[in-house]
Nanobody, 121 residues
Framework: QVQLVESGGGLVQAGGSLRLSCAAS????????MAWFRQAPGKEREFVAA????????QYADSVKGRFTVSRDNAKNTVYLQMNNLKPEDTAVYCC??????????????WGQGTQVTVSP
């Protein structure tokens, strides 16, 4: 089992920045891909970004490319999501997930509870 706990969410004005963190505990020795998903009110959960275990490969949703950066520190069992130039449409609950490579929820085995990000106009 892997436990994931997100932090770093909050309220920010459009154009601002936030950095989310996701701390993993439990079976952290396994080489999981880590990803971020988000879910806005009344919408389906959507893929945001993923990073391979080594950090050498990353993938982003088109809507966040050039604005968000995913990274990880395996020594700290933590993955990050740096979000710049935030837009009101980025408002959502952001969850991290651990599992295999991909953009679909079904490809991830473990999930955090999420952290709220709210971007005001």
């Amino acid at each position: 089992q892997v436990q994931l706990v997100e932090s770093g969410g909050g309220l920010v004005q459009a154009g601002g920045s936030l950095r989310l963190s996701c701390a993993a505990s439990g079976r952290t020795g396994s080489r999981y891909v880590m990803a971020w998903f988000r879910q806005a009110p009344g919408k389906e959960r959507e893929f945001v970004a993923a990073i391979s275990w080594s950090g050498g490969s990353t993938q982003y949703a088109d809507s966040v490319k050039g604005r968000f950066t995913v990274s990880r520190d395996n020594a700290k069992n933590t993955v990050y999501l740096q979000m710049n130039n935030l837009k009101p449409e980025d408002t959502a609950v952001y969850c991290c997930a651990a599992g295999g490579w991909g953009t679909h929820e079904d490809q991830y085995y473990y999930w955090g509870q999420g952290t709220q990000v709210t971007v005001s106009p």
